[in-house]
């Protein structure tokens, strides 16, 4: 079915998966249409050179979002959201030529994971149940991903995964922008900001190795003969191989007696064996004798030097071989006892863990961490589950002097009914107890939810102060009438003890108003978190649409995936890279800044 501007194709009726498992109902038809809608023009190449570079870690799974779209998609919703509001926050930057575009480009890392190089897919495959396939395949290639994260053997390879894809990008990146002298930030969101972050903790130590190592000395190599030596070497060989009877009468200054050998059939070989006296018999006299016999004694003494030196260059490389074997031996050894220890009887092995505590108390798998070609700007973490992780590997605090080695700025988002997304700043400086920092609008404006609710609640407050005041007042003239009616004294100091009691409750909840609100607004500037984010705050909370404040549970997935297309977030993250160049935005609503 199609017309000129439509073509509709129904596709056959699907096949089993490879769980046996085959999809209910008729598959939605692929419908292709002519032309591309609302776009008026398509400029052709970039819109201009990179201000900033930004890397984008995604979480568990092939997916990033309930649309089940891939990682490249969702970036590429960061990138189209980030030039839009190029165009409407940083406008003065654009003018000024200070503003150009920021790129983001997704690291993949899920692949690897469960490529046919590890082979956990097909060992999860001979395990897994055959009922409900769909949902078990889904926690096989989606949630297990939290499980592999904590074991040491695929911690390392998602490790070395990330790190090698981010050099990857950086060395193509840097080939097509040559003249690129713009920062570099990292995105992480969901499990890829644990990742990142624990990249980032240990970065700046010895490359390839974990801080708990020590270096060695390398043992030195046996010394080789050099190229010019081995030549040298050959060139003697061949000339003293090809040297024949004639040639060493010739160079000798022999040769009239060279027909008196000829006759007697002497070569090379039986010249070497005769004696003086046989050549005195050959009627030579004895000064070519000397000759003969002081070249055959350097003949000899070479054949024995050239003997010894095969001998020594096999010694050496024997001992080299042996040197390198038992240094491949001893390196084995010892990651086999880091990573594997037995227990019972049988094939039952257990992997054995040592956790590094490092310099900040950061308890990590012991696992080698692959150095950074580059240095970072900022660090973003969206929908993280960081602080849930360090609390789970026993970390109480971190405290307030942890930072990351090469990156200053560090900026904790989340949703606040994202459920898998937790705070950072109460585990850097526990004494501090404030409510995360709320993200403005891109507007200019809080949500019209939030708006209300405040008024709202400085409404009931102010009503509340009003009652109590009231409540006050009432009772101290009741008070002092019953005083000025009563001669009874017992009935006076009844009275007394109890308008005391009313006064003292008055007064405390006067006081627990007061530093309710204290906590609520506390002043942004006498707070200090810790050296983590230059001393600033880590936490930012987005604002729920108003539908979502209905029902938090209703939303609670949803908002774990919000990020990707809120121009909430990315105005966070332009408003930070683009502060180190002195450019701020200009949201509408608010005064110019």
């Known amino acids: 079915m199609h017309n000129p501007n439509v073509i509709v194709h129904f596709r056959q009726t699907a096949q089993p998966d490879e769980w046996g498992t085959t999809p209910d109902g008729q598959m939605r038809p692929r419908v292709v249409k002519r032309g591309v809608d609302d776009v008026v023009e398509i400029e052709d190449g970039e819109v201009g050179p990179a201000d900033h570079l930004v890397f984008v870690v995604h979480g568990i799974g092939p997916v990033c979002d309930l649309r089940f779209r891939s990682p490249v998609e969702c970036v590429d919703d960061f990138r189209a959201v980030s030039q839009m509001l190029i165009h409407t926050h940083f406008k003065h930057g654009v003018d000024e030529g200070k503003v150009h575009r920021v790129e983001f480009l997704p690291v993949h890392w899920h692949k690897a994971l469960h490529g046919d190089a590890t082979g956990v897919d097909r060992q999860l495959k001979k395990i897994t149940l055959p009922s409900i396939g769909r949902l078990r395949h889904f926690t096989n290639d989606t949630l297990l991903d939290i499980l592999f994260y904590t074991s040491p053997s695929y911690c390392q390879t998602i490790a070395e995964t990330v790190a090698s894809e981010m050099d990857r990008l950086w060395d193509l990146f840097l080939t097509r922008n040559p003249r690129f002298v713009g920062g570099v930030s990292v995105v992480g969101h969901s499990l890829g900001s644990l990742i990142a972050f624990d990249l980032l903790a240990h970065q700046g130590m010895s490359a390839g190795t974990p801080s708990t190592e020590q ?269 000025a009616h009563s001669a009874n004294e017992d009935v006076q100091a009844d009275l007394d003890s109890m308008a005391d009691n009313i006064v003292q409750e008055i007064k405390e909840e006067e006081e627990r108003m007061q530093v309710s609100e204290a906590v609520e607004n506390p002043p942004p500037e006498d707070v200090q978190i810790g050296k983590l984010n230059k001393g600033n705050r880590i936490d930012y909370v987005l604002q729920e649409k108003p539908i979502e404040s209905f029902n938090e549970y209703l939303f609670a997935l949803g908002s774990h995936v919000c990020y990707w297309e809120s121009e909430d977030t990315v105005l966070l993250l332009m408003k930070e890279i683009y502060s180190t160049s002195g450019v701020l935005p200009m949201i509408p609503g608010l005064h110019d800044r």
């Open 215 to 483: 270096k060695t000395p390398p043992e030195p190599e046996p010394q080789e003969e050099t190229p010019g030596e081995q030549q040298e070497e050959t060139a003697q060989e061949q000339e003293e191989e090809e040297l024949s009877l004639d040639a060493l009468f010739n160079k000798l200054g022999l040769d009239e007696y060279k027909e008196t050998f000829q006759q007697e059939k002497i070569d090379m070989e039986s010249l070497v064996l005769c004696s003086e006296a046989d050549l005195k018999e050959m009627g030579v006299p004895m000064g070519p004798r000397k000759k003969l016999f002081g070249f055959l004694k350097e003949q000899k003494t070479a054949q024995e030097r050239k003997k010894r030196e095969a001998e020594d260059r096999k010694r050496r490389e024997a001992e080299r071989v042996a040197q390198e074997a038992a240094r491949k031996a001893a390196e084995e050894e010892r990651q086999r006892q880091q990573q594997q220890a037995a227990v019972g009887n049988g094939n039952i092995t257990s992997l054995h863990v040592d956790y590094d505590t490092g310099h900040s108390g950061i308890g990590m798998p012991h696992v080698k961490y692959p150095q950074l070609k580059f240095n970072l700007t900022n660090f973003f973490a969206l929908g993280s589950p960081i602080g849930m992780f360090l609390v789970t590997r026993g970390i109480e605090e971190i405290g307030e002097d942890f930072t990351l080695p090469t990156c200053p700025n560090f900026f904790n988002i989340f949703h606040p009914f994202d459920p898998v997304a937790y705070r950072i700043e109460p585990i850097v400086n526990p004494t501090v107890d404030v409510k995360p920092v709320l993200i403005p609008h891109h507007k200019g404006r809080k949500r019209l939810h939030l708006e209300l609710k405040e008024s709202l609640s400085r409404m009931g407050t102010d009503l509340k102060r009003v009652i109590i005041g009231a409540a006050k007042k009432g009772w101290t003239s009741i008070h002092d009438f019953a005083r």
